[in-house]
């Protein structure tokens, strides 16, 4: 399995960066993880031909908004139909920026939470605590890969991390959040320790953040190897 970062920001991109946005592949099968803003050209360097698959954890722009921009190209440029994973919600809202063609002329549309096989992997889709209903995402098949997409702490955690070769954690660091629907790097790494999950990548950083502090705070709570997610960075699990 072998995953590459095409997005690392929340809210909205930082200079030189991109939104969360995940892709992996695994077998020559190609499934993108979230398509926040200015993910799109990032995976089409990647992938040329686009992905096999697409999963999206919610409807939130900075997690969906470059859906719209594979559509049109999956459209317009007559490739054909893309299976597409995800919560309630995200048809709609991407729908909202298309008002010519409907969007299910090119995705057929699987409903998270729920159990898929998507190719090599076996995708469970796992419902977490945020504003919008957000489907934490498990991706089995020779190794574990696990994403929170954006969410507060939650039991369920421990259950979509379990053992995890990867697990991926939102860690927003947001100045002045109280709303428990979002996760600190701190958060981040004891979630990780309870879970069992063998590394930890830290993504969706607040524009402005130090991501070195992130880590580092992340480190007082989990004793395995952890990352900072940056645009371009690939990973090979195993």
Same mark, same amino acid.
């Given at each position: 399995?072998?995953?590459?970062?095409?997005?690392?920001?929340?809210?909205?991109?930082?200079?030189?960066?991109?939104?969360?946005?995940?892709?992996?592949?695994?077998?020559?099968? +190609?499934?993108? #993880?979230?398509?926040?803003? =200015?993910? $799109?050209?990032?995976?089409?360097? !990647?992938? %040329?031909?686009? &992905?096999?698959?697409?999963?999206?954890?919610?409807?939130?722009?900075?997690?969906?908004?470059?859906?719209?921009?594979?559509?049109?190209?999956?459209?317009?440029?007559?490739?054909? +139909?893309?299976? #597409?994973?995800?919560?309630? =919600?995200? $048809?709609?809202?991407?729908?909202? !920026?298309? %008002?010519?063609? &409907?969007?299910?002329?090119?995705?057929?549309?699987?409903?998270?939470?729920?159990?898929?096989?998507?190719?090599?992997?076996?995708?469970?889709?796992?419902?977490?605590?945020?504003?919008?209903?957000?489907?934490?995402?498990?991706?089995?098949?020779?190794?574990?890969?696990?994403?929170?997409?954006?969410?507060? &702490?939650?039991?369920?955690?421990?259950?979509?991390?379990?053992?995890?070769?990867?697990?991926?954690?939102?860690?927003?660091?947001?100045?002045?959040?109280?709303?428990?629907?979002?996760?600190?790097?701190?958060?981040?790494?004891?979630?990780?320790?309870?879970?069992?999950?063998?590394?930890?990548?830290?993504?969706?950083?607040?524009?402005?953040?130090?991501?070195?502090?992130?880590?580092?705070?992340?480190?007082?709570?989990?004793?395995?190897?952890?990352?900072?997610?940056?645009?371009?960075?690939?990973?090979?699990?195993?």
């Amino acid at each position: 399995m072998r995953l590459t970062v095409l997005g690392s920001c929340g809210a909205y991109p930082e200079p030189g960066r991109a939104c969360s946005g995940f892709a992996v592949e695994e077998s020559g099968f +190609r499934v993108v #993880l979230d398509l926040g803003y =200015g993910t $799109l050209p990032r995976l089409l360097e !990647l992938w %040329p031909e686009g &992905p096999d698959a697409v999963v999206i954890t919610h409807e939130h722009p900075d997690h969906c908004a470059d859906l719209h921009g594979l559509f049109r190209m999956q459209h317009y440029g007559r490739r054909g +139909r893309l299976p #597409l994973y995800c919560p309630p =919600g995200v $048809l709609g809202t991407v729908q909202g !920026l298309e %008002p010519d063609v &409907p969007l299910d002329e090119v995705f057929d549309v699987f409903e998270l939470p729920g159990s898929w096989d998507v190719g090599p992997f076996r995708l469970t889709g796992v419902d977490l605590p945020h504003f919008v209903p957000n489907a934490g995402v498990r991706l089995e098949s020779s190794r574990v890969l696990a994403y929170t997409g954006d969410t507060g &702490p939650s039991p369920a955690l421990s259950a979509l991390g379990g053992d995890a070769d990867l697990f991926i954690v939102e860690a927003t660091d947001r100045p002045g959040d109280t709303s428990g629907l979002l996760m600190t790097s701190a958060a981040a790494g004891a979630w990780a320790r309870q879970a069992g999950a063998r590394r930890l990548m830290l993504t969706h950083f607040w524009p402005g953040n130090d991501r070195f502090a992130a880590v580092a705070a992340a480190r007082a709570e989990f004793t395995g190897e952890i990352f900072a997610a940056s645009e371009g960075d690939v990973y090979a699990l195993g």
